[in-house]
Structure formats: C-alpha cells, structure tokens
C-alpha cells in the first residue's frame, strides 16, 4: 500500500518558469489538499479537494493552480515561479470528517532562483 | 485570528522522563478533532494521535497521551519515557467540520515545538 506519493522530492527552478507538483494516493479518499511550511509559520493550506471535479482556495492560493480529474491525483501547478515560493510542498489526503486522520505524502523541496 | 497556538518553541528533556507539550486552540464549533503530528529531521509527517471533541476520555497511543482539557481548549502532547529517537518537530492541528469552514474539513496547524531528548 503506497498510500500518499509525491513527485519530484526536490525541484530548483528559475524566476518564471513554471511546472507542476504531482500527488497520488490510493486510499481511495474524498479530500486532498496541498500544504507548504515555511520556517517558522508551520504549514498552511495552499488548496484542496473535497472530490473529483470540486477545488477550493486554501490560505495561501496565489501563484498556485489546481484541478481533480480523478479521485487519485491532485497535481498543483505554479504558473509563473516566484523566490517567495520556494518552500517544501506536502499533499495530504483523508476521508471527509473531522475524525479522519489526514495522511501526508513525502514533500517536495522547492527552490526558487 | 489564530486558531492553534504552541506557545514552546523549543523544548529539551532527559531520556527516559516524560515531557509535555503545549497546544491551545479557539474554535466556535462542539464537534472538532485535535491531531498531533510528528515531524524528523527526514522531513515527513507523521500522525501521532486524534483526540474527538466529543470523546470523554483522553486519547492514548503507546507512549502518547494526549491531556485534553476542553473548558479551557486546550489539547497538550505527553510523552512518557522519551527516547533520542522522539528529538523531532512536534505539530498540533485541529480539524473544524464543513459546515464551519465553507469546504472540506480542513486542518488548522500551529506552529510547532521543537524537543530534543538528551542523555
């Protein structure tokens, strides 16, 4: 059982680029989210997923762009790289109620230049 | 307003004793879960203990319990006989219901405690 998978788990970009932070899981869970932690700030909810085809803003959505074609993935796209973006990136995943454990994947370091 | 506060940055205890870690929260909800994660040096999230608004009694696994005194919201990580390996960033977070939050039944991080077991 894989549970949360994340790829890659570390990225350097460049100002500008753009590119996409893949997340799976196979625990057949309703919600998906994506997290990043800074130093400091522990981790805040940058978007998530209560099912297929239904996305929401988290606390920190701008600059990140995402979409759920099927209950197992939910990717997260930076459209335009900015410095103040790099940060180390976790998607998480549980069934839907306040009693379910989220399970999070490994992290992806990100690294603006 | 900020609704998971850890007031310790930082905490050191000797091998062996037990240590307690602070976590206070503010929600407007009755039904909510309390959660405590780990996280190593390694980088991963690892979910340590759920405690239920509703549970009366104090949710235990293994060598962690967790002290949850709801009058006064407050929801402290005890670790019994620790040990080098628990020297890690220590996470609480509140997971408040859909009907609260507008979607989903999103989990709310404080900013964490830093312990390190000693000799």
């Known amino acids: 059982n894989a549970g949360v998978t994340q790829t890659p788990k570390f990225q350097v970009l460049k100002t500008g680029q753009s590119m996409t932070l893949q997340c799976a899981q196979d625990?057949?869970?309703?919600?998906m989210s994506w997290y990043r932690q800074d130093p400091g700030m522990g981790l805040r909810l940058i978007h998530y997923s209560v099912g297929a085809g239904i996305t929401d803003q988290g606390e920190v959505p701008n600059g990140y762009n995402v979409s759920r074609s099927t209950t197992e993935d939910f990717p997260l796209r930076l459209l335009s790289a900015a410095p103040s973006q790099t940060s180390v990136y976790f998607c998480?995943?549980?069934?839907?109620?306040?009693?379910?454990?989220?399970?999070f994947g490994p992290g992806t370091r990100l690294t603006v230049l | 307003a900020q609704k998971i506060t850890q007031t310790q940055p930082g905490m050191f205890v000797q091998e062996k004793e037990a240590v307690t870690l602070d976590c206070t929260y503010d929600?407007?909800?009755?039904?909510?879960?309390l959660f405590w994660y780990k996280q190593p040096s390694s980088g991963e999230m690892i979910f340590l203990i759920y405690q239920g608004s509703y549970d009366e009694q104090n949710a235990t696994e293994g060598r962690y319990s967790l002290n949850f005194q709801k009058a006064r919201k407050s929801a402290n990580l005890v670790i019994s006989a620790s040990q080098l390996g628990d020297s890690a960033m220590y996470f609480c977070?509140?997971?408040?219901?859909?009907?609260?939050?507008?979607?989903?039944?999103?989990?709310?991080f404080g900013t964490g405690t830093q312990l390190k077991v000693e000799l």
């Open positions: 998480a995943s549980s069934a839907n109620s306040v009693a379910d454990t989220q399970y």
């Open positions: 929600t407007s909800d009755q039904s909510y879960g």
């Open positions: 977070a509140m997971r408040e219901p859909y009907i609260l939050t507008g979607g989903g039944n999103k989990l709310t």
């Open positions: 625990m057949n869970h309703e919600y």
